[in-house]
């Protein structure tokens, strides 16, 4: 059975820093991609990064390109999104997924509907 436990939300204040974990379980972790989305209370959810586990290759969104930098350690199958110089916008539960079988990322990594798995959430809460 598939898992994704994500950890390390909190609030912080503009300008902060945090880093959000995402443990894998119960299925192929190396060699396939996994991705953080995000989504506000009345808004649509967003992408936010992903990572090709297979070559730790990377996408990032525009919006939070040069604050966020995803990563993984193969070892502890987890996957990381490291977030800094917050900003209140980004406030939002942060979700990983995995698609239904492995494949590499590629341009369809934005679309949150290529994704099968789903870990439960942790909020990320950004003051001004």
């Known amino acids: 059975q598939v898992q994704l436990v994500e950890s390390g939300g909190g609030s912080v204040q503009a300008g902060g820093s945090l880093r959000l974990s995402c443990a894998a379980s119960g299925y192929t972790y190396a060699a396939n991609c996994m991705a953080w989305f995000r989504q506000a209370p009345g808004k649509e959810r967003e992408a936010v990064a992903s990572?090709?586990?297979?070559?730790?290759?990377?996408y990032v969104a525009d919006s939070v390109k040069g604050r966020f930098t995803i990563s993984q350690d193969n070892a502890k199958k987890t996957v990381y999104l490291q977030m800094n110089s917050l900003k209140p916008e980004d406030t939002a539960k942060y979700y990983c997924?995995?698609?239904?079988?492995?494949?590499?990322?590629?341009?369809?990594?934005?679309?949150?509907?290529?994704?099968?798995?789903w870990g439960q959430g942790t909020q990320v809460t950004v003051s001004s």
């Open positions: 997924a995995v698609p239904g079988y492995a494949r590499t990322c590629g341009r369809w990594w934005p679309n949150d509907r290529e994704y099968y798995h």
């Open positions: 990572i090709y586990t297979g070559d730790d290759s990377t």
